[in-house]
């Protein structure tokens, strides 16, 4: 249903692909175009600019008032503010904006096999309309999810510090057998951490007294599920995948299913559940399209 359709020596997208292309394009047109649209004003992306121009003046990074309906309110973690600190000084909040939605863009490509249907295809996926409506970080994580599976355990490190969940990655590793790999994220992450927290002990305060308080009582879900809970679930799901994993590689099957497993762990355990967080559900797709090709990990 999805294969190209070829014609003499040409090939075309499938029907199926290019009707949900065309609906992808339509919905894309209607986010980026119209009067209401979210693109003509300061969304997700801005409480970015703003946490880093906030860390660069030195003032509170964390409002102890927000709430998860405040405007622009920063809750991941200090390492991504750090980041953005020093571009805060020299980019516009306009041009970041505007780089941010680049960069969406660009992870959808990329997620959709440097494929323009393929990525339109993805639009229609209605988790990922909004996210790129809101202009959150879930496509990006997805696509370092993809990486960290496909190319390097050490992609598990950028994801884990912009959005904390990912450190499961560490538990996948190990429970595939991985246990070299699994030391290695460890022990690079550990070294990460300590230069954010000795670059900005106080932001680290405030991310703990201010975000940490709340993520065992506060759900910040479609459902009024703790996030406590639900990185408990995400948690076991994941070593599940990774003893899949490590018995595909011992049978020399394909370990898609652990990967597509793993992917809905990180979804389920990211710390808001929100309709744009299952916008890295689409993260399947680049692993689905490369599983033959994909190359085996030895356990380390």
Same mark, same amino acid.
């Given at each position: +249903?999805?294969?190209?359709?070829?014609?003499?020596?040409?090939?075309?997208?499938?029907?199926?692909?290019?009707?949900?292309?065309?609906?992808?394009?339509?919905?894309?047109?209607?986010?980026?175009?119209?009067?209401?649209?979210?693109?003509?004003?300061?969304?997700?992306?801005?409480?970015?600019?703003?946490?880093?121009?906030?860390?660069?003046?030195?003032?509170?990074?964390?409002?102890?008032?927000?709430?998860?309906?405040?405007?622009?309110?920063?809750?991941?973690?200090?390492?991504?503010?750090?980041?953005?600190?020093?571009?805060?000084?020299?980019?516009?909040?306009?041009?970041?904006?505007?780089?941010?939605?680049?960069?969406?863009?660009?992870?959808?490509?990329?997620?959709?096999?440097?494929?323009?249907?393929?990525?339109?295809?993805?639009?229609?996926?209605?988790?990922?309309?909004?996210?790129?409506?809101?202009?959150?970080?879930?496509?990006? +994580?997805?696509?370092?999810?993809?990486?960290?599976?496909?190319?390097?355990?050490?992609?598990?490190?950028?994801?884990?510090?912009?959005?904390?969940?990912?450190?499961?990655?560490?538990?996948?590793?190990?429970?595939?057998?991985?246990?070299?790999?699994?030391?290695?994220?460890?022990?690079?992450?550990?070294?990460?951490?300590?230069?954010?927290?000795?670059?900005?002990?106080?932001?680290?305060?405030?991310?703990?007294?201010?975000?940490?308080?709340?993520?065992?009582?506060?759900?910040?879900?479609?459902?009024?599920?703790?996030?406590?809970?639900?990185?408990?679930?995400?948690?076991?799901?994941?070593?599940?995948?990774?003893?899949?994993?490590?018995?595909?590689?011992?049978?020399?099957?394909?370990?898609?299913?652990?990967?597509?497993?793993?992917?809905?762990?990180?979804?389920?355990?990211?710390?808001?559940?929100?309709?744009?967080?299952?916008? +890295?559900?689409?993260?399947?797709?680049?692993?689905?399209?490369?599983?033959?090709?994909?190359?085996?990990?030895?356990?380390?």
């Amino acid at each position: +249903m999805f294969a190209p359709v070829e014609v003499g020596s040409r090939r075309f997208p499938s029907i199926a692909i290019s009707v949900l292309a065309a609906i992808g394009a339509a919905l894309l047109l209607i986010i980026a175009t119209t009067e209401a649209s979210e693109w003509r004003h300061f969304n997700d992306e801005h409480a970015y600019w703003l946490a880093g121009a906030r860390l660069a003046a030195c003032e509170p990074l964390y409002d102890p008032g927000a709430t998860t309906n405040t405007p622009f309110a920063y809750w991941y973690p200090p390492p991504l503010a750090q980041v953005l600190a020093p571009i805060t000084s020299v980019v516009s909040a306009d041009a970041f904006s505007a780089a941010w939605t680049a960069i969406l863009l660009a992870c959808l490509w990329w997620l959709g096999g440097r494929d323009l249907f393929a990525a339109l295809a993805l639009v229609a996926f209605l988790p990922v309309a909004v996210e790129l409506r809101v202009r959150n970080v879930h496509l990006v +994580m997805a696509v370092l999810a993809v990486l960290a599976l496909r190319r390097s355990w050490a992609f598990w490190i950028p994801a884990a510090a912009i959005k904390l969940t990912p450190v499961l990655g560490i538990a996948y590793l190990a429970a595939a057998g991985r246990w070299r790999d699994a030391v290695k994220v460890g022990a690079l992450g550990l070294v990460v951490l300590a230069v954010s927290v000795a670059l900005a002990p106080g932001a680290w305060r405030e991310f703990f007294d201010v975000v940490g308080t709340r993520a065992g009582a506060e759900g910040g879900a479609l459902v009024p599920i703790p996030f406590a809970l639900r990185f408990g679930v995400g948690a076991g799901l994941v070593i599940l995948a990774g003893r899949l994993a490590l018995r595909a590689r011992v049978a020399g099957a394909s370990g898609l299913g652990a990967e597509v497993l793993l992917i809905v762990a990180l979804t389920v355990a990211n710390p808001t559940l929100w309709a744009t967080a299952l916008s +890295m559900l689409v993260a399947i797709v680049p692993l689905w399209r490369t599983a033959g090709t994909a190359k085996v990990a030895t356990p380390g």
